[in-house]
């Protein structure tokens, strides 16, 4: 079984060496490291990361020494989610609306300013203020949901009992209670129709009702969708009048999962079916009509 990380709590300056141990192995000389402007006291502590990576010679000229010099830029990012995705998040950095392009070009061909660039997102595990220990931790990728959820999170607060279990952010996927012995890892997630994602896990118990998560995920969807591509834009706000109308599972419902899994322009939208069969799967009976 795969150690939770020792030092537990995320640690922004090991977060920082991961970035420009990136710009070493692909010979970078310059690095971002976006923060949503949201996250006041993430931005500061990165920033207050960095102003010790250039004191201690980590970051500069001549690092250590040697021929190579990184320099590391903190940017105060403007908020959206899909402004995570990497081509939005360079269009972002441009000026420009956080907006997702096609591929290819890749950004490692063309990326910012039309220059390669490698977009590395980092992905802290997150437990919910529902965990009786909230808060951002280092683990290893590997290590069992069940554990992060016991051991790290202390489970509920107040004893409460955890109902189903959101990995991965909105559109990542749910795990029912009783589902939790599952790697966190890529493979295994989605054999569960769940995504790591930006790796968050939020905590539900009795006190919210599975047809108020339910539309919470299409609210999210319709909310955060930049609007690039129709199917997306206008099928998250088909999906969010469905769940408000209460329409139970049925052709349309299908037609909508299959018209946003296949013709959305990225990730975001092909996320959104996978996310809600996951919900349904995890909550089963509790959701109403919605059941296996
Ligand atoms: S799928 Fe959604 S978020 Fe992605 S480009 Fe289309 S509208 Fe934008």
Redesign the pocket.
């Known amino acids: 079984m795969a150690p939770v990380h020792p030092a537990g709590r995320f640690d922004a300056f090991r977060a920082l060496a991961d970035r420009r141990g990136a710009c070493f192995a692909c010979g970078a000389g310059q690095g971002l490291v976006l923060v949503r402007s949201e996250y006041p006291a993430a931005l500061a502590r990165m920033r207050e990361a960095v102003g010790q990576a250039y004191a201690c010679g980590h970051l500069g000229l001549s690092v250590h020494g040697t021929t190579t010099s990184v320099d590391i830029q903190v940017v105060d990012g403007a908020g959206s989610y ?1 402004a995570g ?1 990497e081509t ?1 998040l360079i269009a972002s950095l441009e000026g420009g609306r956080g ?2 392009r096609p591929r290819p070009p890749y950004p490692t061909e063309h990326g910012l300013w039309d220059a390669p660039t490698v977009v590395n997102n980092a992905e802290p595990v997150s437990l919910s203020e529902r965990f009786a220990r909230p808060g951002c931790y280092e683990v290893e990728l590997g290590t069992s949901v069940q554990r992060i959820v016991t051991e790290l999170g202390g489970g509920l607060k107040d004893g409460a009992e955890l109902v189903a279990l959101q990995i991965g952010g909105p559109l990542g996927g749910f795990l029912a209670a009783d589902s939790l012995d599952v790697l966190l890892s890529e493979a295994e997630l989605s054999a569960w129709g769940a995504a790591l994602g930006h790796a968050g896990l939020v905590a539900f118990d009795e006190r919210v009702t599975p047809e108020e998560v339910l539309h919470h995920v299409w609210e999210f969807a319709a909310a ?6 129709s ?3 206008v099928g ?1 706000r088909r999906g969010l009048d469905m769940a408000s109308a209460g329409t139970p599972p049925g052709q349309e419902w299908e037609r909508l999962s299959r018209l946003l899994a296949e013709a ?7 996320r959104i079916p996978p996310a809600v069969h996951s919900l349904a799967r995890a909550y089963g009976d509790r959701l109403a009509g919605w059941g296996p």
């Open positions: 899909v995705e939005a907006c997702a955060e969708s930049c609007g690039a591509c199917p997306c834009r998250s959305s322009l990225c990730a975001f939208g092909r």
